[in-house]
């Protein structure tokens, strides 16, 4: 049996408002959230940008969604995890303020912002599943314990993951930090000393003080390096290199078993919006933006996989090629495969277009 994709096409240039519009008017006339109960503490899961990034879901949506949910008398709030990277959204307090400077305090939403996994991402909650590599994985609690779920995600590629967009906003974005570092644990970089200036980058960014300035470059500590990757996305001079081999496929995985222990407790109780709009090379984590795709428009779905095998189709169908040609040259379908496999919701799907 397939699975429902509901799809709201747009044109490059269009209008985020009158988009908004039709995004509510098929969520009313589907009954998307009608699952969506009185007295819900209801978290919509969202990614605020890195500052200067503009590919990020807009605040309006999320200011609709609020009040959607607020007409079926329940308590909506964002919610977003911290990051292993050093950066604007490390801990809560930093990443607050970076979201309001970003533009989506309550003044503009009309939604509170609770971070899901506490002041430093360490609150969390074990949730237990059938997976190929975990019996339980470590979900930020904020988002278990929520009574229900609307992740709004953006269509990306992806350095390791080949795109981001449903799966990895909930498998990399609602899991703690334990939850996080044992998704990167498997890729452990290395810096070329012939291509290193040592300038000292990765040694400011690098979440675990595993990299420190020798006498002819840097040095990765291989036994302190949690393998989160920064230093590969900081380096201008392409001196970090990943043994990628078996990684992509790993981390891939990992994290779509985490993606599959956010759903776990959200049986009927979660819709995902994915936005195939201002699609960039990098995710919005990375602050350099490069445009790979038209827009393209809205895919709206209960089954995040359904929603990401639709996104990922209709992308390279717009564009005319495979991603890897047009984002990162790497095995990019494993999210997809890999649930398949553990039973993780349903790539078969059924387009459906808003009229
Ligand atoms: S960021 Fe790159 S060039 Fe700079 S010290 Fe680190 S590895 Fe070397
Ligand atoms: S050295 Fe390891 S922990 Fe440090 S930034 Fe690079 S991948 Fe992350």
Not at 63 to 82: C, D, N, V
Not at 257 to 267: D, P, S
Not at 283 to 312: K, N, W
Request: hydrophobic residues 35%.
């Amino acid at each position: 049996m397939k699975e429902k994709v509901y799809f709201i096409p747009v044109s490059d240039g269009f209008d985020d408002d009158d988009a908004s519009r039709r995004l509510e008017d098929l969520i009313r006339e589907k009954g998307l959230l009608d699952f969506i109960r009185e007295r819900d503490l209801t978290a919509i899961k969202t990614h605020f940008g890195e500052g200067g990034k503009t590919g990020h879901v807009r605040p309006c949506y999320l200011k609709m969604l609020g009040e959607m949910i607020k007409a079926r008398k329940a308590k909506p709030f964002l919610t977003e995890t911290q990051t292993l990277y050093k950066g604007n959204r490390t801990d809560a307090v930093s990443h607050l303020a970076h979201a309001y400077a970003q533009g989506y305090g309550y003044e503009r939403t009309g939604l509170p912002i609770i971070m899901a996994d506490g002041l430093f991402g360490d609150e969390e909650t074990e949730v237990a599943i059938p997976g190929k590599i975990y019996r339980s994985v470590k979900i930020a609690s904020g988002v278990v314990k929520a009574s229900s779920l609307v992740v709004v995600s953006h269509f990306t590629g992806h350095m390791a993951a080949g795109f981001g967009c449903a799966i990895k906003n909930m498998g990399m974005g609602c899991s703690s930090r334990k939850g996080k570092m044992s998704q990167h644990s498997s890729a452990k970089p290395k810096i070329s000393a012939s291509s290193c200036t040592r300038c000292g980058a990765c040694v400011q960014w690098c979440p675990a003080s595993a990299v420190t300035i020798q006498a002819d470059s840097a040095v990765i500590d291989g036994a302190v390096c949690i393998g989160c990757g920064q230093c590969l996305a900081v380096c201008r001079f392409d001196a970090v290199t990943y043994d990628w081999g078996a990684t992509y496929e790993v981390l891939q995985k990992k994290m779509t078993e985490h993606a599959w222990g956010v759903a776990a407790g959200k049986k009927g109780t979660m819709l995902c919006i994915n936005f195939l709009t201002r699609i960039s090379k990098d995710c919005d984590c990375v602050t350099s933006y490069e445009r790979v795709a038209p827009d393209i428009g809205m895919l709206v779905s209960f089954d995040p996989v359904a929603a990401d095998a639709a996104s990922l189709d209709m992308v390279e169908e717009r564009v005319g090629r495979k991603l890897p040609q047009f984002a990162y040259q790497i095995p990019y379908r494993h999210q997809i495969d890999h649930a398949r496999e553990i039973g993780f919701g349903n790539p078969d799907y059924e387009l459906v277009t808003a009229s």
